[in-house]
T-cell receptor
């Protein structure tokens, strides 16, 4: 399984944008980049995914580097409800999701 | 839509006992995966069921077994419980191409082995 590297923790302020980085230097051409988040006392939830182009949905944006060796999850305007552990995951055909340690995001009011 | 439902929510068992956890997938989903999440760690893949067969398995001993029923619901069984089996057990359901599909997770079952 291709590995991802994320900072252990990040902190931001409410109503400000948040940029969560992920490095995946061993990504293969067919790996999709998925992001999940896990709020306290809940199961993980899907956030967004992409292959090469930047992606937007109602929750967030995903910016993918041109060489695909890194990506950034962007929360445009963080709220207290966005405090969670964010996981960056590569999916290349295996059925399973391989979770790392993720980034624990703290939002200050 | 009730989403993925798991039961029970909490469970306390004694070392050496056996436990069965249950999962009902999101409506329309045919694939069920189980994950174990130790405190402070990311979830670890146990196995996945599709069409009542185990399709993929993670690095877990044979004490961990499962089953999928014709209605797509699933059970996770753990025999000869160890203290180290204490964790949050998560069930996820999905449908279609895993490369682009999203997995929906339940709230989990918190298992404590004493």
């Amino acid at each position: 399984d291709a590995k991802t590297t994320q900072p252990n923790s990040m902190e931001s302020n409410e109503e400000e944008p948040v940029h969560l980085p992920c490095n995946h230097s061993t990504i293969s051409g067919t790996d999709y980049i998925h992001w999940y988040r896990q709020l306290p006392s809940q199961g993980p939830e899907y956030v967004i995914h992409g292959l090469t182009s930047n992606v937007n949905n109602r929750m967030a944006s995903l910016a993918i580097a041109e060489d695909r060796k890194s990506s950034t999850l962007i929360l445009h305007r963080a709220t207290l409800r966005d405090a969670a552990v964010y996981y960056c995951i590569l999916r290349g055909g295996a059925q399973k999701l391989v979770f790392g340690q993720g980034t624990r995001l703290t939002i200050n009011p | 839509d009730a989403g993925v439902t798991q039961s029970p929510t909490h469970l306390i068992k004694t070392r050496g006992q056996q436990v069965t956890l249950r999962c009902s997938p999101k409506s329309g989903h045919d694939t069920v995966s189980w994950y174990q999440q130790a405190l402070g760690q990311g979830p670890q893949f146990i196995f996945q069921y599709y069409e009542e067969e185990e399709r993929q398995r993670g690095n877990f001993p044979d004490r961990f077994s499962g089953h999928q029923f014709p209605n797509y619901s699933s059970e996770l069984n753990v025999n000869a419980l160890l203290l180290g089996d204490s964790a949050l057990y998560l069930c996820a359901s999905s449908k279609g191409n895993p490369l682009v599909g999203e997995a929906f997770f339940g709230q989990g079952t918190r298992l404590t082995v004493v």
